[in-house]
């Protein structure tokens, strides 16, 4: 069998199996996550790389119940059976005073929601139905690659500009507004980036609203990290700002749940809900029928704020055991991300021209995996950078791993 990236374009030749590939996947490089993941299987392995919510931070036993008490239930077709595209009624009726009540991302005259399958899928829907293949997207450097792939797989042209510790680089920003035509959206994940950890400042966040308005370009602003805060205060969403109807804000409950279910939805404006319920049927028809059930049970029977506190209060004592050991190293030979929130650190090795050297000496030596910087970079550039999440491990792992790489480090 063969693989073909490009030629005539003829039908497959059954006596070989050649298979053409389309130009639009070209480009899709695997995840540099999930490359990681055949290392993270093996036995002995301290993992830091996927951003899966901690163990002990799922609900098991509530979820337990509530999935006891929905198949209990009477009508289990409306578990079992087939959904609406738009999502479970009740669900999206909840999330909109959810949005509105606890977060302001909400405005019924100029809103709708979607239940998606996870916040990855809003990204998707959102690619699918404002971009044509060439056209360009515009996201921070370095940015969430499970986003850029969604993006490339439409065919479209990323433009990363540089993140500083307070968000993106608004100045750069508008001048990739100015220079690139056919702008569709801008991408932000303005609370504990992935793969950063920078929270951008209420100043940025009214400033790449002003831009968007200026340059008519509407922004995906992605907050799938925003409810794991453990220290500081809240800032306010840029949908908050959103007199307009520019702004398509998507969340999930992959983080503050279980990722395994697959639930994520986006309020945006009203205006695109035709085409975002065809996108959504185009792509799966509805989200899992049984998962949106048990969110709905969780918002409405248990103590959501109550969770959010507890689980937030075990990433913070992680966070603080990786930064703790991370403060110990020279600060001439590394430097590193101080999140208030999340899931996620982000390293620089000073000296270093390509971190990916470093990350597979780390896996060989000391059995401990991260995940090197440049797959999360539109143009994919190596660099000096890898990121850390402090979710799965415990931390005696952590600490471990931080000392680990550390010695690592020096040995170079």
Same mark, same amino acid.
């Given at each position: ?8 374009g /003829? ?16 480009g899709? /490089? ?12 093996e036995p ?19 979820m337990?119940?509530?999935?006891s008490e929905i198949?209990?239930a ?8 087939y ?5 479970y009624a009740?669900?999206?009726?909840r999330?909109k ?13 100029r ?6 399958s ?7 829907l ?19 690659t ?5 993006f490339?797989?439409?065919?479209v ?6 993140? /500083?510790?307070d ?6 920003l508008?001048?990739?507004l100015?220079?690139?035509?056919n702008?569709?959206?801008?991408y ?12 951008m400042s ?10 968007a ?8 602003e ?8 453990? %220290?500081?205060?809240?800032v306010?969403?840029?949908k ?6 520019i702004?398509?804000?998507?969340r ?9 279910i697959r639930v994520?939805?986006?309020?945006? #404006?009203k205006?695109?809900?035709?085409k975002?319920?065809?996108a ?11 998962? /949106?059930l ?10 959501? %704020?109550?969770?959010l506190?507890?689980i ?17 190293? #020279?600060?001439?030979?590394i430097s ?16 270093v021209?390509d971190?990916?050297d470093f ?7 000391k059995?401990v995996?991260v ?13 000096p ?5 402090? %979710?799965?491990a415990s931390?005696e792992q952590?600490?471990?791993?931080m000392r ?9």
């Amino acid at each position: 069998m063969k693989i073909l990236y490009g030629g005539s374009g /003829q039908a497959p030749n059954c006596a070989t199996m050649e298979f053409y590939i389309s130009k639009k996947m070209r480009g899709v /490089q695997p995840s540099a996550i999930r490359e990681f993941f055949k290392y993270a299987s093996e036995p002995g392995i301290i993992s830091l790389t996927a951003g899966n919510p901690a163990p002990e931070a799922l609900p098991v036993e509530a979820m337990r119940e509530i999935m006891s008490e929905i198949m209990g239930a009477q009508d289990v077709q409306k578990s079992l059976g087939y959904g609406i595209s738009e999502g479970y009624a009740p669900l999206r009726e909840r999330l909109k005073v959810y949005l509105r009540e606890e977060y302001g991302c909400f405005d019924e005259a100029r809103d709708d929601i979607i239940v998606t399958s996870g916040s990855q899928q809003c990204m998707d829907l959102a690619c699918r139905v404002l971009c044509d293949e060439g056209d360009v997207v515009i996201c921070e450097a370095p940015s969430f690659t499970g986003a850029m792939n969604a993006f490339r797989s439409f065919g479209v042209d990323l433009v990363g500009v540089p993140m /500083q510790e307070d968000g993106i680089d608004v100045g750069l920003l508008e001048q990739a507004l100015k220079e690139h035509k056919n702008v569709r959206f801008i991408y932000l994940i303005p609370n504990f980036q992935n793969p950063t950890g920078y929270t951008m400042s209420l100043e940025k966040r009214k400033i790449c609203y002003e831009l968007a308005k200026k340059y008519g370009v509407p922004i995906l602003e992605d907050d799938p990290y925003g409810d794991l805060r453990f %220290a500081g205060e809240a800032v306010p969403a840029i949908k908050t700002m959103d007199t307009d109807g520019i702004v398509l804000y998507a969340r999930s409950f992959s983080k503050v749940l279980a990722a395994g279910i697959r639930v994520g939805y986006m309020s945006f #404006p009203k205006e695109l809900a035709g085409k975002l319920t065809v996108a959504k049927q185009c792509a799966d028809v509805h989200t899992g029928t049984l998962s /949106q059930l048990l969110c709905y049970n969780f918002l409405t029977q248990r103590d959501m %704020a109550g969770h959010l506190r507890e689980i937030a209060g075990i990433y913070g004592r992680k966070c603080a055991v990786m930064v703790d050991e991370l403060e110990k190293l #020279p600060a001439d030979r590394i430097s590193f991300s101080r999140p208030s929130g999340g899931l996620f650190v982000w390293a620089t090795l000073h000296g270093v021209e390509d971190a990916r050297d470093f990350v597979m000496r780390l896996v060989e030596v000391k059995k401990v995996v991260v995940v090197p910087g440049s797959g999360f970079f539109a143009d994919q550039r190596p660099g000096p950078n890898f990121r850390m999440t402090f %979710a799965g491990a415990s931390e005696e792992q952590i600490t471990y791993a931080m000392r680990a790489i550390g010695e690592v480090f020096g040995s170079l």
